[in-house]
């Protein structure tokens, strides 16, 4: 659990200096327009084909990978001093394909900025693996995701409803559940 | 597929190494000092606090489901139900995310309030803390006192917005309208005492021994174990991080403003307690700065097709009655994208994510607040203590249940 607290290894503000510019869309126009990046440099060292997709807009930086990367890419960021997990929900994009986005806010601490992991999740069998492991403060948020659209997270801890009544039928914030609800 | 995964919270079995004399009890969510309707089952052996689980959603409204079905400018009444000790935060947060998402520039002297008005709401905040933590330990006199302090900050509210709680003063784009004439000198009247009514408060309670001993070295929260489970704000603080995003990560003008950020080694609800005591000095400083340096200047963005007009214009500009017209029925369209907000509420960091695919309702609004995270940390900061040191710890928490269940 223990890792690096706060302190700066690299200049504060970093997003002020690296992402104020234009919009960044796709892949290798954001490698190519912040070639120094700290997490960008850390995920190109682990597993350059994990990524997927890119975005640099309105000053933050979303990363995209293949849904069976998430764990492993929250352990390489998180060694990359993104330390602290501060928010995970997930995105219906019904009726599209795939449905569900996954986003996760990790925020470092060092670096004073935030930077978005996120990753696209099919309807048939939507399950991804738990990142409990890495941060336990993980634990309420998968299972507020797993509650309200039913996502599962493989090797959570106890997965189970958490803002809803455990005998509830079916996933709230799905588009295709009624806002009323069902009468 | 089942839709229940995990094992029902009374059906869990006792923890390993259980002896026949360990009980579980049911605390809440009726219980006096839960702060709402928090529930915790414990598992106690005598007096000692085996496990602890807590039980939420018994407030849960489906906000962020409201908000999909809600133009961006009606989800404002709604974020200040989130957390209805900080209106003012709440409305903040939201609206900063969407204008992020608009890219909209936002007058200086509207930013100015609108720090001031949030650091009011941290004071209404931690006045709301000082008095029920209190009132937990059984130091009632001291709730008489900060609820005669929150009163007069309720009155300024009602004051700016016609309402004492649920405020909806800050808009997209800038602010409702003009704050009425005499609210800034009654704000630095109230500042000009409130330093003494702090010192009030801690004459009451810092020297008094019982308060002391209840809260000296209870709900120890180490540092590694505050950043793994995602505590933030004064209770992160308490556990030796120096972080806060007004400092680091500043938003709506606090860059401009001058202030420390008190940080505690000690880890216990004493610290958390000092801790706040200092928040509010500090906030105090804040307010003073604003009202000095408040600039002058227009309170609401020039962007006609997003920032409702004037009373007088829509009345004598056809122009503007367009407007006004086409913005309450149709809404605005905000421009695809996503992102994320944050700023440092009363009871830590709290964020809005909100998704636009284009249109004049929001795709998908997701609040991320503190006393979510904070509350899995309890567990840690209870187990081998007594009973009665719960109540102490939730106290320190300082817990909302509304941006808890949300």
Known sequence: MADKQTGSPASPNLASQTLAGPTLSGKPAVLEGLPNHPALKAILAWNPDALTDAKADRGELTLTVGNGFIRSACETLRSAGYNFFEDMTAVDWYPSDPRFQLSYHLLSHAYKERIRLSAMVHEEDPSVESITSIWPGANYYEREVFDLFGIRFEGHPNLRRILMPDDWKGHPLRKDYPVEGYR | ?406
Not at chain 2, 248 to 257: I, N, T
Not at chain 2, 281 to 298: C, F, N, T, W
Not at chain 2, 338 to 343: C, K
């Open chain 2, 1 to 406: 597929m089942p839709d229940i995964v995990g094992t029902p919270i009374l059906e869990a079995p006792l923890a390993e190494g259980s002896k026949d004399q360990h009980m579980v009890l049911n605390m809440g969510p009726q219980h006096p000092s839960t702060h709402g309707v928090l529930r915790l089952v414990l598992e106690i052996d005598g007096e000692i606090v085996v496990r602890l689980y807590p039980e939420i959603g018994y407030l849960h409204t489906g906000i962020e489901k409201t908000c999909e079905a809600k133009f961006y400018q009606q989800v404002i009444p709604l974020t200040d139900r989130v957390d209805y000790l900080g209106p003012m935060a709440n409305n903040l947060c939201y609206c900063l995310a969407v204008e992020k998402l608009l890219q909209l520039e936002i007058p200086e002297r509207a930013q100015w309030i609108r720090v001031l008005l949030t650091e009011v709401t941290r004071l209404n905040s931690h006045l709301i803390w000082l008095g029920t933590h209190a009132m937990d330990i059984g130091a009632l006199t001291v709730f008489l006192y900060t609820f005669r302090e929150r009163e007069e900050i309720l009155r300024m509210f009602e004051m700016v917005s016609g309402q004492r709680m649920m405020t909806s003063y800050f808009r997209i784009g800038g602010l409702a309208m003009e704050p009425p004439l005499g609210l800034l000198e009654r704000i630095q009247a109230f500042i000009k005492t409130f330093p003494e009514k702090i010192d009030e408060y801690s004459n009451l309670l810092t020297g008094n021994p019982i308060f002391f001993r209840r809260l000296k070295g209870v709900g120890h929260l180490s540092k590694e174990d505050a950043i793994a489970l995602g505590v933030t704000g004064p209770v992160m603080r308490a556990s030796g991080i120096d972080f806060d995003l007004r400092r680091d990560m500043p938003y709506s003008g606090y860059e401009k403003f001058n202030f420390k950020v008190p940080v505690s080694n000690d880890c216990d609800v004493w610290a958390r307690y000092l801790l706040r005591l200092d928040e509010m000095r500090e906030s105090v400083k804040i307010i003073q700065q604003a009202l000095d340096g408040m600039p002058g200047g227009p309170v609401k963005a020039n962007a006609p097709k997003i920032v409702l007009p004037d009373r007088e214009a829509m009345k004598t500009q056809m122009e503007s009655l367009i407007h006004h017209f086409k913005i309450v029925t149709e809404g605005f369209a905000v421009p695809a994208g996503e992102v994320y907000q944050s700023i440092e509420s009363g009871h830590g960091q709290m964020g809005y994510y909100v998704v636009s695919d284009g249109t004049a309702k929001p795709w998908r609004v997701h609040m991320r607040y503190p006393g979510f995270a904070t509350l899995q940390a309890l567990e840690v900061m209870c187990k081998g203590r007594l009973l009665a040191d719960v109540v102490a710890v939730i106290g320190s928490i300082d817990i909302v249940l509304g941006e808890i269940d949300r």
